[in-house]
Each structure stands twice: as C-alpha cells, then as structure tokens.
C-alpha cells in the first residue's frame, strides 16, 4: 500500500484496485485503425468493445465487410480520418446492398461520423438502414443510392447532424429520402429524431418523410430542388409534434410541406419559398392536423389548384399563423395566398399577406367554413381581397390595413421592409438572418417581416 499526506489526511490507495481502474479506462477507450488494426470496416467494428473508437483511414471501400457494415448494437463510434469527401463508402450498385445496418439497441451512443455512402441498391434505406436504434449520424454525404433513397429508420429515431442527402431515388410516393417511422409496439415509447443542420436536395421523390409514433425536430436545414414533396409528416393514429425552425424549403416539385393525420406542425423563423404543387404550393394542412406557423416569409410559390402560399383543409384540427410574410404567390383556383376550408379554427394575426393571385384576380386569402380570425394584419385589398365561399363562415375581421408594404427588395427575395413602411415593427424582435426589423419610436407594432434568408 502507499500512503499520500494531504493537508494533514491520510488517504489510503490500495495500488492493485487503482491499477485495475486504469486498466479498465484504458479498455474503454481504444482506437481501432482500418486498415492498419483490421482489414475492413467490419472487422474493425467486431473487434470493438463498448466505448471504442474506430477510426478509418482515406479511401474507397467496396466489397464483403464494407458494405452492409452492421454495428450489432454495440455503443462505439466509427469515424473517419479526414471527413466524407477523402472516406467514401461504394456499394457499386450490388444488388440488396446498403452503407450501414443499425439494430435491436434504443441507445444514442452508436455514431457514425464522416462517410460518403454511395450507390446503395437496398429498397429500405441505400445509404443507412435503423430498425429499433437510435444511432448519430454527422458530417456524412448521402448520395446516388437507388431505389430505397438515402437513410430508412423503422421502429426508430436518429440524430442526423451535418449531412447532406442528394442524388438519391425512392420508387415510392410516400417514403423520402430520410424516411423516419415508428409504430406502437408493447410497451415501446414513441421514438424522438433530430435532423441538424443537413442539406437534402436534388433526391428523385419526397425529402423528408415522417410517419407514425414519431417526433420530428428539423432545425437549421436546406430542403429543396427534389422532384416530390420537401417535407411529409402523418401520424395516422396517435397525436404528435413536429417542428421545423431556421430552415429554408424551397424549389420542390410536389409542395414545400404537408402535414395530415393527427399532426401539430410548429414552423418558426423559416423560409417556404418557389415550390409548386397541385394544391398548396408553399405548404398543404389535411384533415384532423394542426398548424401553428410563426415568423416566416412563404413567397413564389404556386398551386395548379387551390392555395399558392398556404392550403388548409382541417376537419378538427386549427391553423395558426403570425407574424409571418405570404406574397408572390399564385393559385390556379382560389386563395394565391391562403386557402383556409376549415370546420374548426383558423387564425391569422400580426402578419402581411400582399401580392398574391389566382384564376387571374387579386385574390390574398380563400374563406370556407369554421371560424376565420383575421386581424391585426396587412391584407392586399382589405375586404375585397377577401373571398368566401360558404355563407356559414364565422368571420372576424379587425384592426387590419391595407397599404403597400414597402418591401425592401420584393423582386430579389429581400422581404424586410424600409423605414417608413407602415407595416413596420411586431411583438417580440427577432433576429433572423441577421437582420432586426424595429418599428419606428410611437409606431403601433402590427407586422414582423424581417426574414431574409440566402
């Protein structure tokens, strides 16, 4: 034994017991080099105990052992020299072939960290494949796999940070390119996913894709330039909550959003710009959701039917919006900014709706049914821009202006609004984009529409 004076205490260390704490620490803690320590991806993950770190040197990986790399629910990380662009992950289009398998664990702490993961052929996830994990997937890209898209979880939630996700296929209209679901399972609680600061773009079909028992956090994201839908989210049975905030949804082929089935969709502080769609091009609300959109500019972007900006057409759920921007929109039919066919409630306060048409007219927001709230808001020829349909709408109309906002820059996307604007200023200031819009001193704040995103 060895005895250490300290400050007039004397601790007593048995050395076997400190050495074997030690030696522990250092088991749990090794670096396994592929290819140096193992041949392949996979040999490296087997020979790894809980707590290692597997570190894969620069190159193209093919063949058995890496592709269709399975972590065996083992908590360990995979990581990569020098990042996804210098560490690629190549399926070579082998039929039923996918990056990365994750199974059988609800633990966070399986990551995979810096990978190309290309050429994938699996129908359930080319790039990753999760089914009852949780894994954290950061700085991959994601690309050119065909036909089941980049990353599938099943049963399961993710955090996905720093990707991007492009160039991918999914041969079906309701899965994406992240497509994220859980189901009720015994006594399985619903899985939680986070999408962090990724780019999904360019993927033939829907971006991203959520349904079933599973909450959805998409924050600081690109979506755009897919053929389908940039963002889907159903629940179908059980009420849950999604948010998307400080993203930008834009240039989609099917729609900026849609949400349906028993959804609460939070949108804050985003841009839905230039997409288009048959009904609602910016965003599309169905059946017994709820949308609640707060501090967004939904611009350009167009329906071939109803509902440029925004369509909502909720049986028992309510809509929501504030202190957002809706112009430049166009619908085919009715509402170039908002089609709003609700039985239950619809509000929209504090907001700018202006410059938005349809069938050729004027036409800012579509009424029918339930109880329409307006107020508070610039509205692009007040009552007359303005159409109801059904004589049974509830109709409050009040505090409202209509008056050309003055728009710094309409026509290059620079909706903050100038100086002597009269729909200067809202409740709370909020720094987005980095830029403030602050309502002259004395000026009653009715309007927020100071987003500018790039």
């Not at 995979?78 to 633990?107: H, M, V, W, Y």
Request: with cysteine.
């Amino acid at each position: 034994m060895e005895v250490i004076m300290t400050n007039n205490r004397v601790f007593i260390i048995p050395m076997m017991i400190l050495c074997l704490l030690l030696s522990r620490l250092q088991s749990y803690a090794a670096v396994i080099d592929v290819p140096a320590d193992q041949p392949t991806i996979q040999s490296g993950i087997d020979a790894a105990k809980e707590g290692d770190t597997v570190l894969v040197d620069d190159g193209i990986y093919t063949g058995e052992g890496n592709v269709n790399i399975n972590f065996k629910g083992k908590q360990i990380t995979l990581k990569s020299q020098n990042g996804a662009k210098k560490t690629i992950i190549d399926c070579e289009k082998k039929p039923e072939t996918r990056g990365f398998i994750f199974q059988n664990t609800g633990s966070t702490k399986m990551v995979l960290d810096g990978f190309t993961i290309k050429n994938g052929t699996h129908e359930f996830g080319g790039g990753v494949y999760c089914n009852f994990a949780s894994p954290q997937i950061k700085n991959c890209i994601i690309t050119e796999n065909n036909p089941g898209g980049g990353i599938y979880c099943d049963n399961s939630g993710a955090f996905i940070e720093g990707c991007t996700i492009t160039n991918n296929t999914v041969n079906t209209s309701y899965e994406g390119s992240i497509y994220l679901t859980g189901e009720w399972i015994g006594q399985l609680s619903r899985a939680e996913a986070k999408i962090v600061n990724c780019t999904i773009s360019d993927n033939t079909g829907n971006g991203i894709v959520s349904t079933g028992y599973i909450n959805v956090e998409i924050n600081d994201c690109t979506v755009s330039k897919n053929s389908g839908t940039g963002i889907v989210s159903t629940a179908s049975y059980s009420a849950r909550v999604n948010l998307l905030t400080n993203s930008v949804i834009e240039q989609n082929s099917n729609g900026g959003v849609k949400v349906s089935e028993n959804t609460v969709l939070k949108i804050a502080e985003s841009v839905i710009k230039s997409n288009t769609g048959s009904i609602g091009g910016g965003i599309h609300c169905s059946r017994t959701s709820t949308i609640d959109i707060s501090e967004c500019i939904i611009a350009d972007n167009e329906a071939t039917n109803q509902g440029g900006g925004i369509y909502v057409h909720a049986m028992l759920g309510n809509a929501n919006i504030s202190h957002t921007t809706i112009t430049g929109n166009s619908a085919g039919l009715y509402g170039g900014g908002i089609y709003a066919s609700v039985s239950s409630d619809f509000t929209l306060s504090n907001s700018i709706v202006w410059g938005n048409s349809s069938d050729g007219t004027h036409d800012e927001v579509f009424v029918s049914g339930g109880k329409i709230v307006i107020q508070s808001s610039n509205i692009g020829g007040g009552l007359e821009g303005l159409r109801r349909q059904a004589d049974g709408v509830k109709l409050i109309y009040e505090d409202n202006i209509d008056t050309d906002p003055l728009f710094v820059n309409a026509d290059n996307g620079d909706y903050r609004l100038k100086l002597n604007s009269p729909a200067s200023g809202m409740g709370p200031q909020t720094n987005v984009g980095g830029a403030l819009n602050v309502a002259p001193v004395g000026k009653r704040l009715i309007m927020w529409a100071d987003i500018k995103r790039k």
